[in-house]
Structures are given as structure tokens and as C-alpha cells.
């Protein structure tokens, strides 16, 4: 606790002096965030998968996602509530820790079990994992001429890595159900009603099919 306490005011004199430059990967970022970890993991990987990943995201988009909580822009009323109490400069600090983060890698992803009326075998739901995932991964190199669906690499990059200057988010060893569950509200207006977000626009032409494909997929990206 005192070394705890020590570190976190030797940071902060450090923070005062340089600006940013100490807050990259540890400083006060980290120990702000000590009230996040709870969700979304010590360093950002959570180990709940409706809970999103935020290690090794890109700053921007940590830091338009915390605003948008924050004025409503983004609907949540469990982020919304703690985004509240973040000033401009701590959400900063918080965004440079996590951004500085490694996202760890997803075990291989299996369906979940439904009801007792599951008839199929281990090595059926095993195939058909792997077919959502090549179905994945086609939609998102390629799109959907028919429904209109943009390709997702346009923006997120070949390996889910997202582009930092657009604050186009880095996708890659997220959590499937989470991006399950936020694909599905952009596509019913539960994450914002801006008609002008791109993703409102792409996931609104999704099939729900279409929506577990792609996510699985990316779910598998390192
Ligand atoms: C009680 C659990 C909980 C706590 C504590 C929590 N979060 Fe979250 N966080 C969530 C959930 C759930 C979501 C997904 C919200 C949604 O879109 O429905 C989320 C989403 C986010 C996102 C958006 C991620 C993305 O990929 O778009 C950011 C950024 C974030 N949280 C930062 C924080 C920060 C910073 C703190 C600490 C100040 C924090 N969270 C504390 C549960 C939590
Ligand atoms: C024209 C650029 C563009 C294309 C094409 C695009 N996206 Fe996005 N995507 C974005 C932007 C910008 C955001 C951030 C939106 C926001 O701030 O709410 C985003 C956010 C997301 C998120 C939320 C990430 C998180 O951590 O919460 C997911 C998931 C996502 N996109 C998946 C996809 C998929 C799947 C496709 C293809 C079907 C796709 N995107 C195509 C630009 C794009």
C-alpha cells in the first residue's frame, strides 16, 4: 500500500514535469484505471466476454468512447454513470495506459450450449464453428454485394488492427460476445441513435447470422 502510494506520487510530481511523456504504460493512468479493473481486467484484458478488452486500443477511440459515455452520445447506463466522474485529463491518462497495453489472445472459440434439445455432437458444433468463421471472414474481407455491407478491412485493417489516426477501433482478440452484443446495438440503435456513426449504418444491413460470423472471426485475429 505505502510503496502503492509512493509510486502513485512519484508519477504524478514525474507527470507534472514532463507532461504526457510518463503517463505512456504506467504513471497515473494505471492508477486511475485501478477502478476499471474490476470489468475490464488489470491491464485492460478483461476475463468476463461480455466485458470489452480495452489493452493495446487505440488512444483516440479509448478517449471518443469515454467522451461519448460521458455526454450520451454513447448509450450505457453502467459506463455512462462511471464515465461521469472522469475529468479530461484523466480520461488522458487512462487511454495512454491502456493503449499501451498488450491485448492477449482468445482460446479457441466454441459455441455455446443451448437448451437441452441439443442434439448435435461435439465434433458437429465443431464444424459448424468453423464454417461460421470462413462465412466470418469472407464478409470481412469482402462485404456483401447483396445486402450492401461494407468490407470491414476498408476500415479495420487485414489483421483487425483498426487505423490509430482515423481512431477507426482495433478489433483483433476481442471477445466474440461482446462484439456479438455491440454489433446488435448498433444495428437497433441501443448504442447511439447518430445516423451519422458509420458502424449504425453497416450493422443496420446485418443479417443476426452475419453479425455472429464476423465476430467470431475477429475474435480469432492475433
Ligand atoms: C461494472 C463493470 C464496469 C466497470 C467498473 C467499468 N466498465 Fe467500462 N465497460 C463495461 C461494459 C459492460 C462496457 C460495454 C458497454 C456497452 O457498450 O454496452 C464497457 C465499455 C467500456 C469502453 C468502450 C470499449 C470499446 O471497445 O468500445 C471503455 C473505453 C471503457 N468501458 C472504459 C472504462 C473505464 C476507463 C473504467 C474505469 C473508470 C471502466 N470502463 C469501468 C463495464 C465496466
Ligand atoms: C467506413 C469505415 C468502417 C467500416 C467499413 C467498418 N467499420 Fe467498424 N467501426 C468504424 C468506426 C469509425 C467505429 C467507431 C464507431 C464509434 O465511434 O462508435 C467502428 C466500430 C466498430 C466496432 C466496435 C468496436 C468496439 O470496441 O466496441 C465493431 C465491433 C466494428 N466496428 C465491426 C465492424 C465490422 C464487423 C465491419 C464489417 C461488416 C465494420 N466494422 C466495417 C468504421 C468502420
Given at each position: 500500500m505505502?510503496?502503492t502510494?509512493?509510486?502513485?506520487?512519484?508519477?504524478l510530481?514525474?507527470?507534472?514535469?514532463?507532461g504526457?511523456a510518463?503517463?505512456?504504460?504506467g504513471g497515473?493512468?494505471?492508477?486511475k484505471?485501478?477502478?476499471?479493473?474490476?470489468?475490464?481486467g488489470?491491464?485492460?484484458n478483461?476475463?468476463?466476454?461480455?466485458?470489452p478488452k480495452?489493452a493495446g486500443?487505440?488512444?483516440?477511440?479509448l478517449?471518443?468512447q469515454?467522451?461519448?459515455?460521458k455526454?450520451?452520445?454513447?448509450?450505457s447506463s453502467?459506463?455512462?454513470?462511471?464515465?461521469?466522474g472522469?475529468?479530461?485529463?484523466?480520461?488522458?491518462?487512462?487511454?495512454?495506459y491502456?493503449?499501451?497495453?498488450?491485448?492477449?489472445?482468445?482460446p479457441a472459440?466454441?459455441?455455446?450450449d443451448?437448451?437441452?434439445?441439443?442434439?448435435?455432437?461435439?465434433?458437429?458444433?465443431?464444424e459448424?464453428?468453423a464454417?461460421?468463421i470462413?462465412?466470418?471472414g469472407n464478409?470481412?474481407?469482402?462485404?456483401d454485394?447483396?445486402?450492401?455491407?461494407?468490407?470491414c478491412?476498408?476500415c479495420?485493417?487485414?489483421?483487425?488492427?483498426?487505423?490509430?489516426?482515423?481512431?477507426?477501433?482495433?478489433?483483433?482478440?476481442?471477445?466474440?460476445?461482446?462484439l456479438?452484443?455491440t454489433l446488435t446495438?448498433?444495428?437497433?440503435?441501443?448504442?447511439?441513435?447518430?445516423?451519422?456513426?458509420?458502424m449504425y449504418?453497416?450493422?443496420?444491413?446485418?443479417?443476426?447470422?452475419?453479425i455472429k460470423?464476423?465476430a467470431y472471426?475477429?475474435?480469432?485475429?492475433?
Amino acid at each position: 500500500m505505502l510503496k502503492t502510494l509512493l509510486i502513485a506520487s512519484i508519477s504524478l510530481t514525474l507527470t507534472t514535469l514532463t507532461g504526457n511523456a510518463f503517463a505512456q504504460g504506467g504513471g497515473s493512468g494505471k492508477t486511475k484505471a485501478a477502478a476499471c479493473a474490476g470489468c475490464h481486467g488489470e491491464d485492460g484484458n478483461s476475463a468476463m466476454p461480455g466485458f470489452p478488452k480495452l489493452a493495446g486500443q487505440h488512444k483516440g477511440y479509448l478517449v471518443k468512447q469515454l467522451q461519448a459515455f460521458k455526454n450520451g452520445n454513447r448509450i450505457s447506463s453502467m459506463m455512462g454513470a462511471l464515465a461521469a466522474g472522469l475529468d479530461d485529463r484523466s480520461i488522458d491518462e487512462i487511454a495512454d495506459y491502456y493503449a499501451a497495453n498488450r491485448i492477449t489472445a482468445n482460446p479457441a472459440p466454441a459455441l455455446p450450449d443451448s437448451d437441452d434439445e441439443d442434439t448435435r455432437t461435439e465434433a458437429q458444433k465443431k464444424e459448424e464453428m468453423a464454417s461460421l468463421i470462413a462465412a466470418g471472414g469472407n464478409l470481412y474481407r469482402n462485404g456483401d454485394l447483396a445486402t450492401a455491407v461494407s468490407a470491414c478491412i476498408a476500415c479495420h485493417g487485414p489483421f483487425g488492427e483498426g487505423n490509430r489516426p482515423g481512431s477507426f477501433p482495433s478489433l483483433h482478440s476481442q471477445h466474440a460476445d461482446y462484439l456479438i452484443k455491440t454489433l446488435t446495438d448498433f444495428k437497433n440503435g441501443n448504442r447511439t441513435k447518430s445516423r451519422e456513426n458509420m458502424m449504425y449504418m453497416i450493422a443496420s444491413k446485418m443479417s443476426d447470422q452475419e453479425i455472429k460470423a464476423v465476430a467470431y472471426y475477429i475474435s480469432t485475429l492475433k
